[in-house]
């Protein structure tokens, strides 16, 4: 069991500290303070996630919008400027 880089006999120190510290009574509230604040943190990460991934669609939506378009754009572009070239050459 290693959370956070730290193993069972280090959490077991930590623990006892912990309860030497701040009590038996305030020990619960204190636990209930760290798991909303970890679980808070995760909920943040999961939507920095989230809205990355989000962020990735769209670019990579506007990449391949812009690679279809592209040739399309140089094909109308050709026969205009072959059509100059040639009322040049005459």
């Given at each position: ?13 930590i ?25 808070g ?30 040739p399309k754009?140089?094909e ?8 100059v ?6």
């Amino acid at each position: 069991m290693n959370i956070f880089g730290i193993g069972l006999p280090e959490m077991a120190v930590i623990m006892i500290v912990a309860l030497l510290i701040f009590g038996p009574k305030k020990l619960p509230e204190i636990g209930r303070s760290v798991g909303k604040a970890i679980r808070g943190f995760q909920e943040a990460s999961n939507e920095f996630q989230n809205e990355f991934k989000r962020e990735a669609e769209q670019i990579e939506q506007a990449v391949k919008t812009t690679a279809e378009i592209e040739p399309k754009q140089i094909e109308a572009a050709q026969p205009q400027h072959d059509t100059v070239n040639s009322s040049q050459n005459s």
